[in-house]
């Protein structure tokens, strides 16, 4: 007769062929929990009727089967099971569904398969408890499907299976793990309050339209390795308790991931997002990692709270890009930006060593929490922000706002005079208190300084300044050029009083640095001795009353003469001619006892020659020859020393 169908003994031939009194004797053998086969055979609406009446269980009144073997069956009308019990296995292999297909409340006991279906129609399956491994692989479904209330409470495998129009998944238990590898959606996919207690595999996985995840958990890993996105794609409320991996996927629409929670390192590395991408409200417990990440288009990663690392190493922003987050690091090591960006963020240690932007990035540390998840699971610490690193960065589009940049980096940076520095940046500060300064004791001025001066000094056995975290350390020749750049970008921005730190800095490490001609460096140590290369006017205003001092009382006891000596007029008298000539006789040297030469007259004097002699006027004083050098060394270096004083004022007040 040409038909597939399972011959029932001891007939010879299938269920739907029997006679109709072969076919009430052959139901009539079966009983509640019976197994049936019929693979092969064409059910209309009526027949499935009559076998599942023949299994009805008197006590609860719901058919219960067995084992049941449905492989390669037809279904010409709609298939309805109605709170239908499957004690044993139960096989849907290469079954034809050609109108609707509805499991309602079945209870699969068994392992069951659906491998090869087809669904023509829709397919909805409500309230369906599956106890064993369920194998739906290689299905096709023609219309929209839907899994409503469904349990699966052992391995589940959607791999292969074809779904032509849209499906949904709402409020589904996979307690086992599920695997949708190389299934295709045609259409929109929904998971709505799903839980996905094993692992989910989601491996090259093909989907034509949206994909919707809401309310979601993965009690276990989740995998979308490969996983080409061509609609829109949202997470939203869902849970990854364990392994997470975007790996190489491409997402071709909007994507948004909004109030997720990762509690393992999820994998997003070496992903394209080719719009739109967004993650709001996010929780990253254990970092996340967005290694070779690629963000074609506009993407705002926040507000996010990050407890460990945020890695951003190799990622590429090739659209205006805002990060937002409270993490405990930052990393972006290679990060590549081509269009405006701004880090804005809280809590976090940020490394941009090597990284390149081509516009203007900014950094900043945020004032107030970004998002109300900061109040309960921000990172711990001080919500200051530090960067410890822009090594090989170009600065020329770089702006650094409100950071602390005590423990920063700076060697192998370009541009740096062109950096902006905004708002409060604060540098690191020499050791507090007296310290040895080479052989003697003495006390380090407090002035910004860069990490790299504090290594050196580290180096060279100083006391009191930070170590060097590895590596290379770099020598006053390296680190002069950092003060020097980093101080005209101050200027630059109208920062004077903040450039002279870097100005102090520079001369410092130009007066340290062993390259240098000796006579430089000596020149430099005079420099700095006298004011603080012009930068300390307390300095410069003590060696001034020093050297006032000094003078004075070497005027008392050797400039002045022991007395004013009166002129002296002589003349002749040649008839009606008289000639005078005055002279003034030479001063004589004071004699006698030192005490007896300070006397407050002498004083007096002294004072006016010394203070006429800082202003560059003569004092119109007798003195001895020893007084007149006196005065001559003390109209030259004591107005050097005013000038430098009111050059450290000027540096310090200058707008």
């Known amino acids: 007769m040409g038909c597939r ?65 449905f492989t390669d069956c037809g279904f010409a009308g709609d298939l309805v099971l109605n709170q239908v019990t499957f004690d044993g296995e139960a096989r849907f292999d290469g079954a034809h569904f050609a109108a609707q297909c509805l499991l309602n409340r079945v209870v699969f006991g068994g392992r069951s398969s659906f491998h090869g279906s087809v669904f023509r129609g829709t397919a909805r399956f409500s309230d369906v408890r599956v106890t064993g491994s369920a194998t739906w692989t290689g299905m096709a479904l023609d219309s929209p499907a839907e899994w409503e209330g469904v349990r699966f409470e052992g391995p589940v495998s959607f791999g292969g299976t074809e779904f032509r129009e849209s499906v949904r998944w709402h409020d589904v238990t996979f307690a086992g793990p599920v695997d949708f590898v190389r299934a295709r959606f045609g ?34 890993g989740a995998f979308f390795v490969k996983v080409d996105f061509p609609g829109a794609v949202v997470f939203s409320q869902v849970e990854f308790r364990r392994e997470t991996q975007f790996t190489e996927a491409v997402f071709n629409s909007t994507t948004r991931f909004s109030y997720c929670t990762f509690l393992r390192v999820p994998e997003f590395s070496w992903v394209r997002f080719r719009d739109d991408a967004v993650f709001s409200n996010v929780v990253f417990a254990d970092g996340a990692r967005f290694e070779s990440t690629t963000f074609e288009v506009t993407s705002h990663l926040g507000p996010v709270v990050c407890l460990k690392t945020l890695d951003l190493s190799g990622a590429r922003f090739r659209g205006p890009a805002l990060v937002t987050a409270a993490a405990s690091e930052v990393r972006a090591h290679r990060t590549h930006w081509s269009s405006t960006a701004t ?45 410890v690193s822009i090594r090989s960065v170009d600065a ?12 920063c980096r700076f060697a192998g940076a370009v541009h740096l005079d062109q950096l902006r520095l905004e708002g409060r940046c604060v540098f690191a500060t020499p050791p507090s208190g007296f310290r040895r300064r080479g052989t003697v004791p003495g006390r380090w001025t407090s002035r910004r300084t860069l990490a790299e001066e504090h290594h050196w000094r580290t180096a060279r056995g100083g006391s009191g300044w930070k170590p060097a975290p590895g590596g290379d350390v770099p020598g006053p020749a390296t680190v002069a050029p950092l003060y020097r750049q980093l101080r005209k970008s101050l200027e630059d921005g109208k920062n004077e009083p903040d450039a002279a730190d870097f100005y102090y800095g520079e001369m410092e490490m130009r007066r340290n640095d062993p390259g240098r001609p000796g006579g430089e460096r000596a020149l430099l140590a005079v420099y700095w001795a006298l004011s603080g290369y012009g930068l300390r006017a307390s300095r410069a205003m003590g060696w001034l009353l020093a050297a006032m001092a000094s003078t004075v009382l070497a005027m008392m006891l050797w400039g002045l003469a022991a007395q004013e000596p009166d002129p002296v007029s002589r003349g002749t008298v040649d008839g009606r001619r008289v000639q005078l000539t005055t002279r003034t006789p030479d001063p004589v040297d004071p004699s006698g006892p030192y005490a007896r030469r300070m006397t407050g007259q002498r004083f007096e004097k002294s004072l006016r020659v010394v203070i006429n002699s800082v202003v560059f006027r003569s004092s119109e004083q007798g003195l001895t020859t020893a007084g007149t050098y006196i005065e001559m060394t003390s109209r030259v270096t004591e107005p050097i020393l005013l000038a430098f004083a009111a050059l450290a004022v000027r540096s310090r007040v200058k707008r």
């Open 5 to 69: 169908g399972r011959v029932v003994e001891p007939y010879e031939r299938c269920l739907e062929h029997l006679a109709d009194a072969e076919r009430a004797a052959y139901l009539g053998t079966l009983a509640p929990g019976s197994s049936v086969r019929h693979e092969g055979t064409t059910f209309t609406r009526e027949l499935l009727g009559e076998l599942l009446t023949a299994v009805r269980d008197p006590a609860t009144g719901r058919p219960r089967f067995g084992r049941a073997g």
């Open 396 to 407: 020329a589009h770089l702006v650094l706002t409100d950071l602390d940049l005590s423990d």
């Open 187 to 220: 259409a929109e996919a929904y998971f709505e309050r799903t839980t996905f207690a094993g692992n989910a595999s989601f491996i090259d996985l093909g989907l034509s339209d949206f994909v919707y995840f809401r309310s979601v958990t993965f009690h276990k």
């Open 343 to 387: 880090l804005r963020l809280r809590h976090a240690t940020v490394d941009l060593s090597d990284a390149a932007a081509e516009l203007p990035l900014t950094v900043a540390a945020g004032p107030a929490p970004f998002t109300a998840l900061e109040n309960t699971q921000a990172p711990a610490g001080s919500a200051a922000v530090r960067v």
